[in-house]
T-cell receptor, first 118, second 114 residues
Framework: GAVVSQHPSWVICKSGTSVKIECRSLDFQATTMFWYRQFPKQSLMLMAT?????????EQGVEKDKFLINHASLTLSTLTVTSAHPEDSSFYIC??????????????FGPGTRLTVL | KQEVTQIPAALSVPEGENLVLNCSFTDSAIYNLQWFRQDPGKGLTSLLLIQSSQREQTSGRLNASLDKSSGRSTLYIAASQPGDSATYLCAVRGSGGSNYKLTFGKGTLLTVNP
């Protein structure tokens, strides 16, 4: 149980375009979803936390107008990278939890999405 | 601000060796600590989770210990196999309010040579 999927698994786009990444909890209701970014040989860095039906909470230094997060249902959250630039190229990983943000429920991680911006 | 450090950054061993990966964290006020495995270009697989009140957890050939007061954890892998080759990540979960966040280390890249 507790499976989280991401789509697409990889995407290549031109600079200036927008890219949407989906994160789905397949067999449980995800009250909270988290979006992380991982640069090569670096640790996962939390970008934002979202609760279903609410606005996302962004970490310091993450541009909310650039990284749009929507969590419209208990099984789906989307991350849209707007006007992507080469420096946005990274590995984006989502995780989902059945509990509230700030709670102690286990986070289940998706397989990640590799974004390359040309 | 919590910081997590993993040593070594990379490790190469022959098959069959026992090995230890190290993780240290700066703030001992943690809720739990978790070890993950990450294969190249893939997501995270949870290996072991140790609650702050526990000293160790075991799963098969893996044993993780936690010394919260000194801010350290070790992951012991017995009789290593080529299939163990991956990056191993340590993450600590804070305690209290918005501090229930996972802070990750940069990982240890393990290569087990046949």
């Amino acid at each position: 149980g507790a499976v989280v999927s991401q789509h697409p698994s990889w995407v290549i786009c031109k600079s200036g375009t927008s890219v949407k990444i989906e994160c789905r909890s397949l067999d449980f209701q995800a009250t909270t979803m988290f979006w992380y970014r991982q640069f090569p040989k670096q640790s996962l860095m939390l970008m934002a936390t979202s609760n279903e039906g609410s606005k996302a909470t962004y970490e310091q230094g993450v541009e909310k107008d650039k990284f749009l997060i929507n969590h419209a249902s208990l099984t789906l959250s989307t991350l849209t990278v707007t006007s992507a630039h080469p420096e946005d190229s990274s590995f984006y990983i989502c995780s989902a939890s059945g509990g509230l943000a700030g709670g102690t429920d286990t986070q289940y991680f998706g397989p990640g999405t590799r974004l390359t911006v040309l | 601000k919590q910081e997590v450090t993993q040593i070594p950054a990379a490790l190469s061993v022959p098959e069959g060796e026992n090995l230890v990966l190290n993780c240290s964290f700066t703030d001992s006020a943690i809720y739990n600590l978790q070890w993950f495995r990450q294969d190249p270009g893939k997501g995270l697989t949870s290996l072991l989770l140790i609650q702050s009140s526990q000293r160790e957890q075991t799963s098969g050939r893996l044993n993780a210990s936690l010394d919260k007061s000194s801010g350290r954890s070790t992951l012991y892998i017995a009789a290593s196999q080529p299939g163990d080759s991956a990056t191993y990540l340590c993450a600590v979960r804070g305690s209290g309010g918005s501090n229930y966040k996972l802070t990750f280390g940069k990982g240890t890249l393990l290569t087990v040579n046949p």
